[in-house]
């Protein structure tokens, strides 16, 4: 069944991202709110899906530094 066009899908396990990505119009990197660290955001981005992460992206520093010079994502 087609999800409504404002649907919102919150996910909490592993393995699921990629098939959420492929549905979805915009992405937020949630883990990227607190401390812990986001998911990879060049994984969305790359499928040109809309792509926004908050501050905590230690983990990926390199792929936000190159998404930021080049707009292919957001921070908030």
Known sequence: KP???NAVILLDTM???SHVYAVADVVFIGGSL???GG???A???ALG???VFGPHTH???ATV???KECKGAVEV
């Open 65 to 67: 530094r190159e998404l």
């Open 39 to 41: 998911q990879n955001m």
């Open 49 to 51: 899906k809309a792509t």
């Open 59 to 61: 983990n990926f520093k």
């Open 3 to 5: 999800a409504d066009e």
């Open 15 to 17: 393995g699921e991202l």
């Open 34 to 36: 607190i401390p812990h």
């Open 43 to 45: 994984e969305p981005v």
